[in-house]
């Protein structure tokens, strides 16, 4: 298998690992605006995060193509940067896990987790064009 397609499985699975991430950050609120199911919420942020540290250990050791190690450590950065992101929202939860959680104490959270998975989209994408642009010479 070529150093591209074995890149390639790599960014399968983690994109999968992040579709995953993606479905399971935004928690689901009551008609009144208060978090539904506060403790299972929790329990999901945590097995977000132990995910995305597992996954931090396969991105560290996949070996990209030469040509496209620019964007690896982007892809890299990005993917720290979403991690961090749920970092803070699993704080800002477990800091008012004693009363009920409104969604105005998670947006700003959540807002700045949008913010970094499109920053991870455009990462991903360059990733995409390049290979594209070398599997075409």
Known sequence: MS???KYGSFLNLI???LVYISKTVYPMYTEE???LNKEEYRNDLRNVINLGQSSIQIIETANPPSFLKEEHDLFFQSYNS???CIYDLNKKLEE???REISEETLIE??????NVENEFK???MKVV??????SRR
């Not at 064009?129 to 070398?134: G, H, Q, Y």
């Open 3 to 5: 150093s591209i397609s």
């Open 15 to 17: 994109g999968g690992i």
């Open 33 to 35: 605006g208060l978090l």
């Open 82 to 84: 979403v991690l961090d």
């Open 96 to 98: 008012n896990y004693d």
């Open 109 to 114: 959270s959540l807002s700045s987790l949008k």
């Open 122 to 124: 455009v990462a991903s």
């Open 129 to 134: 064009e390049k290979v594209m642009l070398f």
